[in-house]
């Protein structure tokens, strides 16, 4: 059974395509002949693991429509390089666009998987280069792959970092500036206090103020919200999982975390009508 089917982690968490795009989305195909707001991101945006998810949550407030194009396990390159999605949010009045994180995409030293981003495919030969001790077979996801080169603690990490910011502000600035629907940026910052075999030091791998700054002068708005995940905000009891997904759903934000979310987003939208 494919991700999509499965990754929603409730009953009831329908999933559709558009013509012209790859990927499945959040609830029941919706008619686009009529004005709607679009919300596009990652697992946030989708809501996995909730009932309803923030953009459900603006479409009651604002009494419009609000279509929800969050994708599971998607990044940098699910946003910027699936023209049927460029022409989902092309089509909107509004676009709301959670900015993705940095580990999800493409570059010098290393491939992701097209859709899901999250998947280490394969290094380049520049970063076996730069960490000849590092065997690379083993590794199948960014993240694991980014506590490897962590846990080496030397300067080299910098230059791979220096990429993938570099290559996150030429990707994502480019994409806004073709994308002619005025943009609200969710600079969402979930705090997950992970820890473990693959923990990750996020601040020294996420998205950061200057980077935000640059891509932000083509949006109209940059809306900041900084939130836990459920595990952490004893939000476990609210959130819809089966059997042995209870690990990964206390890594997802709750329901609180999305009403805080709209709450945070509705005087932006408002503003531009």
Request: charged fraction near 25%.
């Amino acid at each position: 059974m494919s991700y999509h089917q499965t990754g929603s982690g409730g009953p009831g968490h329908e999933v559709c395509q558009y013509e012209g795009s790859r990927f499945w989305f959040r609830g029941a195909r919706r008619v686009l002949d009529q004005p709607y707001a679009a919300c596009v991101g990652g697992d946030e945006t989708f809501g996995r693991f909730v009932d309803r998810p923030f953009s459900a949550i603006l479409e009651d407030g604002l009494e419009r429509r609000v279509l929800n194009f969050g994708c599971l396990f998607s990044g940098v390159d699910a946003l910027c390089d699936d023209r049927g999605l460029c022409n989902l949010l092309r089509g909107a009045d509004i676009c709301v666009m959670q900015a993705p994180g940095l580990l999800g995409q493409s570059n010098q030293f290393y491939r992701v998987h097209s859709r899901r981003n999250d998947r280490f495919l394969a290094p380049t030969k520049d970063l076996i280069s730069l960490y000849p001790e590092i065997d690379f077979t083993e590794v199948h996801f960014v993240r694991h792959l980014m506590t490897c080169l962590q846990k080496v603690r030397d300067a080299r990490i910098e230059v791979v970092l220096d990429e993938l910011r570099r290559n996150w502000v030429r990707k994502i600035g480019d994409f806004l500036q073709a994308l002619e629907t005025p943009v609200i940026l969710l600079r969402l910052q979930v705090l997950r206090g992970e820890q473990g075999a693959h923990h990750i030091d996020f601040a020294d791998v996420g998205v950061t103020d200057q980077m935000i700054q640059v891509v932000g002068k083509s949006c109209t708005d940059i809306v900041d919200v900084k939130t836990h995940v459920c595990g952490q905000s004893d939000e476990i009891v609210d959130m819809l999982f089966g059997t042995l997904q209870q690990p990964m759903a206390e890594h997802m934000i709750g329901p609180a975390a999305h009403r805080a979310i709209a709450a945070a987003l509705m005087g932006p939208i408002r503003n531009l009508h």
